[in-house]
């Protein structure tokens, strides 16, 4: 499966911004999709997982309250809604698909799209 994200782009501390992952290839409702990010000189980390029937999430702790992931199965898209970023929220957000039922709770990923650069100004 391919994947593409977009919706990435530059806001104000306590902005929203919108993330959207196409995938293309596959047969989207058969993998877990995941939102994972990274900062300058800082390792990859997991924001936001989607069980693939969309019934089961799983967040950091940094995302819980303020982000929400979603998914589409129709239009082959997933989802990530940021509400009250913060500085700290910068980096290039990258989604991700998993064959494995168990990858939304392992937050292991097969396929991987380019990232969306997402910059909050303070």
């Known amino acids: 499966v391919q994947l593409q994200a977009s919706g990435g782009g530059l806001v104000q501390e306590g902005g929203s911004l919108r993330l959207s992952c196409a995938a293309s290839?596959?047969?989207?409702?058969?993998?877990?999709m995941g939102w994972f990010r990274q900062a300058p000189g800082k390792e990859r980390e997991f924001v936001a997982s989607?069980?693939?029937?969309?019934?089961?999430?799983k967040y950091s702790e940094s995302a819980k309250g303020r982000f929400t992931i979603s998914r589409d199965n129709a239009k082959n898209m997933v989802y990530l809604q940021m509400n009250s970023l913060n500085p700290e929220d910068t980096a290039v957000y990258y989604c991700?698909?998993?064959?494995?039922?168990?990858?939304?709770?392992?937050?292991?990923?097969?396929?991987w799209g380019k990232g969306t650069q997402v910059t909050v100004s303070s």
């Open positions: 290839g596959g047969t989207f409702s058969s993998y877990d």
């Open positions: 991700a698909g998993g064959r494995d039922a168990t990858s939304w709770f392992s937050k292991i990923f097969d396929y």
């Open positions: 989607i069980r693939r029937s969309g019934g089961y999430t």
